[in-house]
């Protein structure tokens, strides 16, 4: 697997005030205004990643296509719906022009 190149160019930031660590196979996002956090396994931690490198959720399920064998509409909701969950934890924000479709409503 190939490192994703460092965040900034992607359509997903963090949040104001969250900070996020590596920590062996996964990654914590940490809220220092509230004092809580948010663990990703190592696949969400590799979306998150991409994420914040690429330039659309199209990439970073083309990308992660390439690393993992699913079917990629199973791929594209999984990462949508981790990418909302985070957003609506008010760990993340997304660039609406990086979506495809719309984010998945009450997490269903």
Sequence with gaps: ?????P????F?????GVM?????DEAVLMD???GTYYALNAVGARVLA??????SADAVVERLAEEYEVDTEVLR???????SELESQELITVDRGGWTVPPVAGGE
Aim: proline letters at 11%; glycine letters at 8%.
């Design 1 to 5: 697997m190939s490192e994703p190149p």
């Design 7 to 10: 965040p900034g160019a992607g």
């Design 12 to 16: 997903v930031r963090l949040a104001e």
């Design 20 to 24: 996020a660590q590596d920590a062996a």
């Design 32 to 34: 220092l205004g509230r």
């Design 50 to 55: 991409w994420a914040r490198a690429l330039p």
């Design 77 to 83: 909701r999984d990462v949508e719906r981790l990418l």
